[in-house]
């Protein structure tokens, strides 16, 4: 039992040390994913334009938009990520020990850390899913913030942007299934990206001769090194999945903003940002340029295989890994503190029992 708390509680101390370091490039990785073709529109292509605009137009808060769920949820499923994963760690001991050595240490085979890792993917799903919907959703809302508009129709924006605001109205139209929006790609997402997120950090720990619970000196680079690397290769493993998540999550009939709360700008909008309007047959959502990706009048996804055709056919390929270089620039750093700060916890608290 002590194990399991230890887990949990080292998860969630790390979890939220990753959200902080990779929230910026986390925003920006969600917004050029919700992006259609983006020749049918002004474009940034370099991420620091991008991270820099968005400082300019929405202030320095932007770069941290949506990051009350993570926070609340995300490091959350940090922790059950690895109480899950090393639960499923002892009971595979258990059913097949490893083999003993009277020289080295006993080590699980690496199937063991990939199918434990897989199991962990799986029961991480009750709360990833709403977690990401509404962080992804936030994220995307805030993007339409037109800095040529009123200040009262920026404020009425950036309050409809605040994750608890987006859960909110979430619930209050489609209920609580309707947090689960894009659950099924999810699911397919995390469970074999766990899988390879904690077989490549136990692959190379092993393969640099860490021994555990060493923290200190030359292993304080190797782990971090190991933890980099292997949110890297989670992350290029299911980047595709991302994208698809993300559309589902993010389609304009399923974002709403109360028409009452956003003043109309007489100024014309710019390229580079959404257009404010209301209508009778639209009552209650934001119109959304192309550089957001979907359209109004275009017809919502059916699930995750029409939306794959459907981005497929109107993006081709380069859609699947449209804002890569931001996610996987992002993995490293965080996945490397995250893993890092665990061990570290977990170090601490053992000394303790």
């Not at 002590?2 to 939220?16: K, L, Q």
């Not at 049918?40 to 620091?48: E, F, Y």
Request: net charge positive; with cysteine.
């Amino acid at each position: 039992m002590a194990s399991s708390v230890n887990d949990f509680i080292a998860g969630y101390i790390s979890g939220v040390a990753g959200l902080i370091i990779g929230s910026p490039l986390d925003v920006l990785k969600v917004r050029l994913q919700a992006q259609g073709d983006a020749s049918s529109s002004k474009h940034i292509p370099a991420s620091k334009s991008n991270l820099t605009a968005m400082i300019q137009n929405e202030g320095f808060r932007s770069l941290f938009k949506g990051i009350t769920s993570p926070i609340v949820g995300l490091a959350g499923l940090n922790s059950i990520l690895f109480a899950s994963y090393s639960a499923s760690m002892r009971f595979l001991e258990t059913v097949s020990p490893p083999s003993t050595s009277l020289y080295a240490e006993q080590l699980q085979p690496l199937s063991h850390v990939f199918a434990a890792g897989f199991v962990a993917g799986v029961a991480c799903f009750l709360v990833s899913t709403p977690t990401e919907l509404v962080k992804c959703r936030a994220q995307v809302i805030a993007a339409r913030l037109d800095p040529n508009s009123s200040a009262a129709a920026q404020r009425a924006i950036l309050s409809e942007s605040g994750s608890w605001q987006v859960a909110k109205d979430v619930v209050r139209r489609f209920g609580f299934k309707g947090l689960y929006q894009g659950g099924l790609v999810t699911i397919l997402r995390d469970a074999p990206g766990y899988g390879v997120y904690f077989l490549g950090y136990e692959g190379l720990k092993r393969f640099l001769d860490v021994p555990s619970g060493e923290t200190g000196g030359i292993n304080t680079w190797k782990l971090l090194f190991a933890g980099g690397m292997a949110g890297t290769l989670s992350w290029a493993s299911i980047y595709p999945l991302d994208v698809i998540k993300t559309r589902l999550q993010t389609q304009p009939h399923l974002i709403t903003t109360d028409p009452r709360t956003l003043p109309i700008t007489s100024r014309a909008p710019t390229a580079a940002t959404g257009l404010l309007s209301k209508s009778h047959a639209d009552r209650g959502l934001v119109h959304q340029t192309t550089r957001q990706g979907h359209s109004l009048s275009s017809t919502p996804y059916k699930g995750m295989i029409d939306c794959a055709i459907r981005s497929y056919r109107t993006e081709g390929m380069g859609v699947f890994v449209r804002g890569a270089t931001p996610a996987l620039l992002r993995a490293f750093p965080v996945n490397a503190v995250t893993f890092f700060v665990y061990e570290l916890v977990m170090a601490e608290l053992q000394k303790l029992d």
